[in-house]
């Protein structure tokens, strides 16, 4: 079998990371991308990890860049763990928070899926797993509600999707429940305790069990699910 590819956008998150070492180790070569944080990704020793920056907020030049770059239109399978929060009050916001959240959570992945899905359906075989939050069940929080609403729109099927299925292209949306990350030190006044208590299973996720979780759903371990949206929040 041939090597197979994965691009992952929002690879130098701590989930992202994980998610970078599990494909490594499964022996798919790797497309990171990252904004700022580069340091994580040049840690990791790997002849088959190549890794570009890319501020997903200038979305127009991100498409140009996506659309000639031709390294893209051969993956196997995409992986969005894009995950943008300025922690404003959705009733103080304003309309440039709304285009950062949208472009980097969701637009960018739209460039992303029109640019792969018709080789992937040439090839006979392609893997897209979209991410979302556990926290679009309850509107987000007072301080990520913009989060929680661009991430709810990657929760969202385009019939046109279907007729890719056939072709064994298999789209789907991984919702994650809280986990052990940094992310949730830039929300302010955040309450992991009382957050935790709120999750029956009793407990956060780690980022290597999401990993694996978003590895099946990318590669030929998943041969029957799709247009679903897979919780992983430990019952909540």
């Known amino acids: 079998m041939k090597n197979k590819k994965v691009l992952i956008l929002g690879a130098s998150s701590d989930i992202g990371i994980a998610t970078v070492n599990y494909f490594l180790e499964n022996g798919w070569s790797v497309i990171a991308h990252y904004n700022k944080n580069k340091k994580n ?10 890794y570009f920056k890319f501020d997903l907020k200038n979305i127009n030049k991100f498409k140009q860049f ?4 031709k390294k893209i239109n051969n993956v196997d399978s995409f992986v969005s763990l894009t995950g943008y929060i300025d922690s404003k009050n959705i009733l103080e916001t304003d309309i440039k928070s709304f285009y950062d959240h949208i472009n980097i959570n969701y637009l960018s992945n739209l460039i992303v899926i029109q640019k792969i899905l ?15 939050s556990t926290g679009v069940k309850f509107g987000g929080g007072k301080l990520t509600g913009l989060y929680s609403l661009t991430k709810y729109m990657s929760e969202f099927f385009f019939s046109n999707y279907k007729d890719f299925y056939k072709n064994d292209v298999l789209i789907n949306t991984l919702r994650i429940g809280v986990t052990k990350t940094k992310i949730h030190k830039n929300v302010k ?4 305790k009382k957050r935790v208590s709120l999750i029956p ?4 996720a780690t980022t290597i069990e999401v990993a694996k979780y978003i590895y099946f759903y990318s590669s030929s371990m998943n041969s029957l ?9 430990g019952g909540e």
């Open 41 to 50: 990704l040049e840690k990791i020793r790997n002849n088959r990890l190549e």
């Open 66 to 69: 996506i659309n000639k770059n």
């Open 118 to 132: 018709p080789a992937m359906s040439i090839n006979k075989f392609g893997r897209i797993l979209l991410s979302s």
């Open 189 to 192: 006044g955040k309450n992991m």
């Open 201 to 204: 299973l009793g407990r956060i």
């Open 225 to 233: 699910t799709t247009n679903e949206i897979i919780d992983i929040s």
